[in-house]
């Protein structure tokens, strides 16, 4: 796919180590961040291995790939990134999620009844760089009828931003 690489990071012997005993009582897991039909985020173990994957725009793989020469193979001692592009809020929603501690603020599937926007869709526009109600209401149409849904779509905006309610590492 032109424009498009593959990049395959094998985390380190030590990390294979520590998983393959966790693994022994757990079933295989596959962590899954992405924005959609750009880039694509995989962490997965199973049978003691553990793998990083993803795919998608230059950017992104220049970020992850600075990113682990900054920080090494194991993805898991990886820092939160604190910038606001799409690479690095892709990237801290994965940590997260590897860390458990992803919580999202707002869980229904649709967040603008009055004009049938589902979450996901404005949850997306935000990673591709929406990052004000304003700017989400043009991207998506929410929050362009009563208006009730526009404090859900900012806590939406603040939790991905890192706004308030900040996660530690
Ligand atoms: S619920 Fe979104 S504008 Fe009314």
Known sequence: ??????????????????????MTKEKPKSIQVHLNGRDHLEFSEDQGKSQFRFIGCHELNQFLTNYRQHHGDNIKSW??????????????????????QWNFPYQADELCHCRCVPTAIVDQAILAGAHTPEA????????????????DVEKM?????GLKDKVKA
């Open 136 to 151: 989400v209401s043009r991207w998506t149409s929410a929050s362009t009828a009563c208006g009730t849904c526009r404090s």
């Open 1 to 22: 796919m032109k424009g498009r690489e593959l990049v395959y990071i094998p985390l380190s012997q030590s990390v294979c180590v520590l998983t393959l005993k966790s």
């Open 79 to 100: 820092p939160l990134p604190e910038g606001l592009s799409h690479s690095e809020l892709l990237l801290k929603e994965l940590l997260l999620k590897i860390k458990g």
């Open 157 to 161: 905006i603040n939790y991905r931003l």
